[in-house]
C-alpha cells in the first residue's frame, strides 16, 4: 500500500544551522512528491513539487527513488521557516494523494 | 483572490446532532476535495469531485456522511448523526485539474463533538 511516513513529529534548530525535513515513501511506479506548508494561522499551501525541480524560499527537495525519499532541505535556517510541513505522494497522475504526518520545524533565534 | 471559502470555520455541536459545512472553491477549479485532519496527522481524502462527479468516495463513512457539488461549484459536506470521534478539522481543496496539479486549500472547519 501506498505510504508516506515523516520520522519526525518536531525538528528545532538554530536560526542559521542547516535543515532537513526527512520523507520517505512507499510506492513501487512513478511518484509525484510535493512538499506543502503551513504557518501559523495561515492555510495549507504548496512549497515545492519533485517535477518543478526549483528552490522556493531557499528549501529544495531531491526525489531519490533508490532511498524511495524526497527529503526536504535549506542550508540557512531563518525564524520565519518556523512552520507545520507535510510531505504528499501522488500516483495515478495525480488522482490520487496522500499526506504524511508532518513534521513541526521550529527554528530558534 | 479570496481563495478557497469554507464555514463555518468552528463548530460545537452534541453527540448525534447533524452538521453541515460548506465549501466554495477557487473559481474555475474543477477538482474539490474534502480533507479530515485528526490532531498531529495530515490531511486524509474523505472524498474528490471532477466537476460534479464524485470521483473517489471510497474514504468516505458513508452511513453517516454525504456530500454534495450541485452545479459542479459549492460543495457541501453533512454529517447526520455526528459522533465523538468526529472531531477533527475538515478542509476542503480545490485544483484546477487533479492530474499533478497543485491543490489549494481552505482555512478548515474545526469541528468539536461534545
Known amino acids: 500500500a501506498q505510504r508516506v511516513t515523516q520520522p519526525e513529529k518536531l525538528l528545532s534548530v538554530f536560526k542559521g544551522a542547516p535543515v532537513e525535513l526527512k520523507c520517505n515513501y512507499s510506492y513501487s511506479g512513478s511518484p509525484e512528491l510535493f512538499w506543502y506548508v503551513q504557518y501559523s494561522r495561515q492555510r495549507l499551501q504548496l512549497l515545492l513539487r519533485h517535477i518543478s525541480r526549483e528552490s522556493i524560499k531557499g528549501f529544495t527537495a531531491d526525489l531519490n527513488k533508490g532511498e524511495t525519499s524526497f527529503h526536504l532541505k535549506k542550508p540557512f535556517a531563518q525564524e520565519e521557516d518556523s512552520a507545520m510541513y507535510y510531505c504528499?505522494?501522488?500516483?495515478?497522475?495525480?488522482?490520487?494523494?496522500?499526506f504524511g504526518a508532518g513534521t513541526r520545524l521550529f527554528v530558534k533565534a | 483572490e479570496a481563495g478557497v471559502v469554507q464555514s463555518p470555520r468552528y463548530k460545537i455541536i452534541e453527540k448525534k446532532q447533524p452538521v453541515a459545512f460548506w465549501c466554495n472553491p477557487i473559481s474555475g477549479h474543477n477538482t474539490l476535495y474534502w480533507y479530515l485532519q485528526n490532531l498531529g496527522q495530515g490531511p486524509e481524502l474523505l472524498i474528490r469531485?471532477?466537476?460534479?462527479?464524485?470521483?473517489?468516495d471510497s474514504q468516505l463513512p458513508k452511513d453517516r456522511f454525504s456530500a454534495e457539488r450541485l452545479k459542479g461549484v459549492d460543495s457541501t459536506l453533512k454529517i447526520q448523526p455526528a459522533e465523538l470521534g468526529d472531531s477533527a478539522v475538515y478542509l476542503c481543496?480545490?485544483?484546477?485539474?487533479?492530474?499533478?496539479?497543485?491543490?489549494?486549500f481552505g482555512p478548515g472547519t474545526r469541528l468539536t463533538v461534545l
Open positions: 504528499a505522494l501522488s500516483w495515478s497522475g495525480g488522482f490520487k494523494t496522500i
Open positions: 481543496a480545490s485544483s484546477l485539474v487533479a492530474r499533478g496539479n497543485e491543490q489549494f
Open positions: 469531485y471532477e466537476n460534479e462527479e464524485a470521483v473517489d
